[in-house]
C-alpha cells in the first residue's frame, strides 16, 4: 500500500491579502538604545582621536650632549630643614615657594635632608655667603 499527499497552495482570502504580506521590518530603538549607540560611538571617535594624537606626537630624542649648567649648592647642616635653608637664602620671599623649589631641584623631600647634604639651589642665589660651586669632575 502506498500513499500519497498532494499539497496544493491556498489561495489567499481577498480581504486578508494586504495584511499579510508585509514588507520588510522596520529596526525601532528605545531611548536606552540610541543613549548606548550614541556613547558607543563617543568612544569609538574618542579612541581614535586618541590613537592618532599618540601617533603625531612627537617624541623626546636624547642627542647625547651633556649640559653644562652648574647649580649652586648649600651644604646641610646638623638641624637644617629646607626650610631653615629657603629662609637664610631669601629672608623676603615666602619659604614655602623655596622650598618647593629645592624639592623640585634636588628630588628629594624634607625628610630626606642629612647633615652633609649637598643641595643644588636656584641659579639666582648664586653669590650668596651660604652657597659654593659644584667641584668640576
Given amino acids: 500500500m502506498t500513499a500519497t499527499a498532494i499539497v496544493t497552495p491556498l489561495s489567499p482570502r481577498i480581504g486578508a491579502a494586504a495584511s499579510t504580506v508585509a514588507g520588510p521590518a522596520k529596526l525601532r530603538l528605545t531611548r536606552r538604545g540610541r543613549i548606548v549607540f550614541g556613547g558607543l560611538a563617543t568612544v569609538l571617535i574618542a579612541g581614535a582621536l586618541g590613537v592618532a594624537a599618540a601617533f603625531a606626537a612627537p617624541g623626546a630624542e636624547a ?16 638641624g637644617d630643614s629646607l626650610w631653615s635653608i629657603a629662609s637664610a637664602l631669601d629672608p623676603a620671599a615666602d619659604p614655602r615657594d623655596i622650598v618647593a623649589e629645592l624639592q623640585r631641584l634636588n628630588q628629594i623631600d624634607a625628610a630626606d635632608l642629612r647633615a652633609g647634604d649637598s643641595i643644588a639651589v636656584p641659579l639666582r642665589f648664586e653669590g650668596s655667603d651660604l652657597t659654593f660651586a659644584a667641584i668640576g669632575e
Fill in 63 to 78: 642627542n647625547g650632549t651633556v649640559s653644562s649648567q652648574e647649580f649652586p649648592y648649600v651644604l646641610a647642616q646638623s
